[in-house]
């Protein structure tokens, strides 16, 4: 068990991920992505038979709820997992979509694996605006306040020499612009809900 894979590498954060592991590494690092033939839903008994036998499997690609599935799926099969959710999961009165009640649920499954006392360590981040992220659907939200690839690398290298934490909250921040985004979402948005 001397490798690490990691679903989505070939864009965004995963990216990041992907070349530095690759670049400072005496491990095999699998990337798993669309792109090389390991789409997540159409692909998925293919994806969790690549990822069984991992040291580390990153959970990054997003789809519905298939990164939840692969929670379920891999969690007596790899050493460590490290699972991308997202800091919206505490929103769903604001964020009233799909993505935020899939990333309350992922939060959950990992909460519960980390109770276990033969469940793997796993490590849950709630992800917060990420630099360089683009809307790719109307329900998407960008904000002008982003965390970097490099802190969300760095979380990780951390928490792979200190695996007793579970679960890491990025900070947002609610600029201005993030609340016409908010707005933009849910135009029924109640603002005395969030005013700081």
């Not at 709630?126 to 965390?147: H, Q, R, Y």
């Not at 993030?178 to 849910?186: A, C, D, G, W």
Request: proline share 5%; glycine share 6%; with cysteine.
């Amino acid at each position: 068990m001397n490798k690490i894979v990691i679903t989505g590498h070939t864009s965004g954060v995963g990216k990041t991920i992907y070349d530095a592991l690759c670049a400072d590494s005496c491990r095999e690092i699998v990337g798993l992505s669309r792109s090389n033939g390991y789409d997540i839903d159409t692909d998925f008994d293919k994806v969790v038979e690549a990822a069984t036998g991992a040291e580390i499997f990153i959970n990054n690609a997003y789809r519905d709820k298939q990164q939840l599935k692969l929670v379920e799926a891999l969690k007596d099969k790899v050493g460590m997992m490290v699972v991308m959710g997202s800091v919206g999961r505490f929103y769903p009165e604001i964020i009233p979509t799909q993505y935020v009640h899939d990333k309350q649920e992922l939060a959950e499954a990992c909460r519960l694996i980390s109770m276990d006392p033969n469940g793997i360590p796993i490590l849950h981040l709630d992800l917060s605006f990420i630099e360089g992220a683009v809307a790719s659907n109307p329900t998407d939200l960008v904000s002008d306040f982003t965390i970097s690839h490099q802190e969300i690398l760095d979380t990780i290298v951390f928490w792979t020499q200190h695996p007793n934490v579970r679960q890491v909250e990025f900070t947002w921040k609610l600029t201005p612009h993030v609340m016409s985004e908010l707005k933009r979402v849910n135009p029924n948005l109640d603002p005395t809900r969030i005013t700081i």
